[in-house]
């Protein structure tokens, strides 16, 4: 499996006009005024983002793995950019096995994980310019920063946030972050899984965790650098003790809270960039970029990065990372066969705030899997969701809006520009919604794919935030509540304090009774209009003759969407004959198990042929 090279322009060429000075960013809580000007690169078997500067040092990112990684995507970006325009370059990138690069077949420790650092630093300098490099990373990666400073010198400096201090201890916390996750999503443990530490179903090999349970970052008696920056987790006696054997060793630590930690780590819709712990660290390596031994003489006159991009290729399967849209702000990766392909193409939607590779990794394995029965596909990310720019001028919550939906005929018009035809798009949840809404909008879709889709009309008058908070809650279990003791006239008159969840489940319930009786009620009520629109999108569909699926896991909660607008038995799809059902047993609503994942794409294989 190789790379193909292709040519780009190149990337550092665009700061050419830098002034001497690199300004110091300020420290701000603001969010920064992002730009689009990164370079998607591909080396060693992944890929990455390049982000031009004009500074003597540049910054090597070293990703966290798993769960935590899926949670900071948009946050890592959303550094990187602010990096690059405090004046740094910098690179960021997944490793082996993870994120978008290559899958690896059988792993030996971490091995291959710092080769591919050691090949982005190489990748880094060349770019930049810049010899001297300030390594940062978070979790695993910032115990790789230190555990490769001396090997990747020089090094001005590590940033080091949440770093993984004794593997031992971090195999335990993921165990149990493994069950914490599977107990939120109302799910046991993976039978198929045999490490029981595969947080939301993203599963490291037994040799890899062999490899981490080995590490101890208080075991190294040398100094891996000259400065270090600790952002450190409230109580956590691992962060105190390395600052403590760091600077017995020499090194000047600077250690400051990890603000945002937590909110960071919990869920990826969840999660919003930290923006004063951005600020901090930006001006922390700022500082040193303006160190007095540093020049930007030696970045005007050095050779510019010749801005090649390579695409990876994988068996059956070649990829590109693409930037697209009117301003080149969103992100996604174009997989294609490596022989003939159809017609035909797929785009994939994000679910909520799932960045591109999706919930456990199953968007890279569809992808792949379909290139190889010949169907090409783009995996992208929607407006401020993973390595995709927010729209300045767009809504403040991006899920369910217009926004998103522009979004994804954006995507469409990649694939048009590639020689595909007869767009397919296939979403989850929310990613379901947007292609419905997209599909109906854009006369080229000829097929649809909705995964445990949950909403089918938005009612203007529901909380998006409110949505999202307690997509998991069961409006059939709050409505059983009411059912006990009086619960509902108790509800009506205020005797039943249900809090903010209660209310929202509450409005639910009324919603959905209300759409059941709207033939009764009439059309002119506010629900009897969502019926009528649901149903005239689907009719719209059903006129162009576009190919509809529908595919709910048995028991999902999107499933009272589906009865309140088609029936308890479905019965109301017998108006669409381009409209097919099925369920997949044994599978909560994210797909995470192993076993739930292969049936799912199987499933999708089976519906979408070449």
Known sequence: MGAVAAERTPVMARRQDAASELPLAPVSSSMPALSSQSTPVAFSGTIGMLYPGAAAVAVLMLAPVGYEELCLRSTWRTLAEALSLAGIACLRFDYPGLGDALDVVDPSGLDDWEETVRAAADLLRQASGCSRLILLGQGLGGTLALRLADALAPVSGCVVMAPVVNGKRYLRELSVWTRIVADRIGIGMDPDDDTGCAVAGLRLPPSRLAAIGRLNLLDTDSRPCNEVLLLSRSGHAGDAALATHLAARGAAVTTSPYQGYEMLTTDPTGARPPLPTIAAIVAWVAQRARAPEQTVHAVATAKPYDGRVAQLSGPGFIESPVRFGPDGRLFGVVCEPEGRSSRSSIVFVNAGRDYHIGWARVTVAQARAFAVQGIASLRFDTSGIGDSLPDENGPEEVLYSEEQIADVRLALD?????????????????????????????????????????????????????????????????????????????????????????????????KHCSIRLAPVLGRLTKHGRLRRECHRRFGVLATRKVNVALIYAQGDIGMAEFNTYFGKTGEGLSAYRNVSFATIPDADHNFTHLGAALRLRAKLLETVKP
Request: hydrophobic letters at 40%.
């Open 414 to 510: 990649v694939m048009e520009r590639r020689g595909y035809q007869d767009p397919i798009l296939i979403g989850r949840c929310s990613g379901a919604y947007a292609a419905f809404h997209a599909a109906v909008a854009d006369v080229r879709v000829r097929h649809l794919v909705m995964v445990n889709n949950e909403r089918f009309i938005w009612d203007p008058d529901e909380s998006v935030e409110d949505a999202i908070r307690y997509a998991h809650r069961s409006v059939g279990d709050f409505g059983a509540t009411l059912k006990r003791k009086g619960g509902l006239r108790r509800l009506l008159t205020g005797q039943l304090r249900v809090g903010p969840a209660g209310r929202y489940l509450a409005f639910r319930l009324l």
